[in-house]
């Protein structure tokens, strides 16, 4: 089992400490390989908006040697985690500037058809609030790549830092932690169809791409997949 994990800040203290517990859960189960990118650590730009990718050439993105292998990365997973601070009610930047590089595979564009096989986990700590939103913000990306389950964990603090919270709501945490990463876990081995609203999100899109009738890069693609023919990538 080989799950990706994401961590959007360098800092190795609040949202590091619940990724630890989220890993030893997963080897609880069984043996995984985790391949780990810390976002501020790896070199990494923000989208210069050139839509050299969305044209059709990622692969020409100014920044794609910082940012393809974490991607390809992804791709050969079996499931992916999110790991995000709150920063002022969101995700932290680190992240939201890997999520735009994203985009050309957004279902509207080139899905990768082994996102529709895949699970994740987003999980996000904060001082007291923003969680939702912060994971609402990455769920909303995976649900456009296609990712089959996805799970997400909010923690609020409300203490000085991770060995500051009192015991008996430690303990709370933890079973929360390890509740999401049992149903993470049970759900990639298993063979379940997409959610409804992915299924009739690419149904959408491929009635878009079908009526676009073009001869651009996503239209190409959506032909060469067979998707256009009836084949589904789930
Ligand atoms: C720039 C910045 C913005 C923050 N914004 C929020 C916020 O909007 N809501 C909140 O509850 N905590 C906020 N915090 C606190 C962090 O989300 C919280 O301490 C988190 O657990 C830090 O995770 P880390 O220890 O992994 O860095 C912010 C912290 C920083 C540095």
Request: with cysteine; proline share 5%; hydrophobic share 40%.
């Amino acid at each position: 089992m080989k799950i990706c994990i994401l961590y959007g800040s360098p800092r190795k203290k609040n949202t590091y400490a619940a990724v630890q517990q989220i890993k030893e859960r997963l080897r609880l189960h069984e043996e995984v390989e985790f391949v780990e990118y810390i976002l501020q650590k790896e070199p990494h730009d923000f989208c210069c908006g050139c839509y050299t990718c969305i044209n059709g050439a990622e692969e020409k993105c100014p920044h794609a040697a910082h940012v393809q292998p974490v991607i390809q990365a992804m791709r050969g997973a079996d499931g992916l985690i999110f790991a995000t601070p709150v920063y002022v009610m969101d995700m932290t930047a680190q992240m939201k500037a890997f999520l735009d590089h994203t985009g050309y595979f957004y279902m509207v564009h080139r899905p990768y058809p082994e996102m529709f096989q895949k699970s994740a986990l987003v999980v996000s700590t904060a001082a007291g609030a923003g969680t939702k939103d912060a994971n609402a913000s990455v769920v909303r990306s995976l649900k456009h790549w296609g990712v089959r389950r996805i799970y997400s964990c909010g923690i609020s603090i409300f203490a000085p830092g991770w060995d500051a919270i009192p015991a008996s709501r430690k303990r709370k945490i933890e079973k929360r932690l390890d509740c999401v990463t049992d149903a993470f876990w049970r759900s990639l081995g298993a063979k379940k169809r997409p959610t409804m609203h992915t299924r009739l999100l690419f149904f959408a899109m491929k009635q878009m791409q079908k009526r676009k009738k073009g001869t651009g890069a996503d239209a190409t693609y959506w032909k060469q997949q067979g998707w256009l023919d009836g084949k589904k990538p789930f």
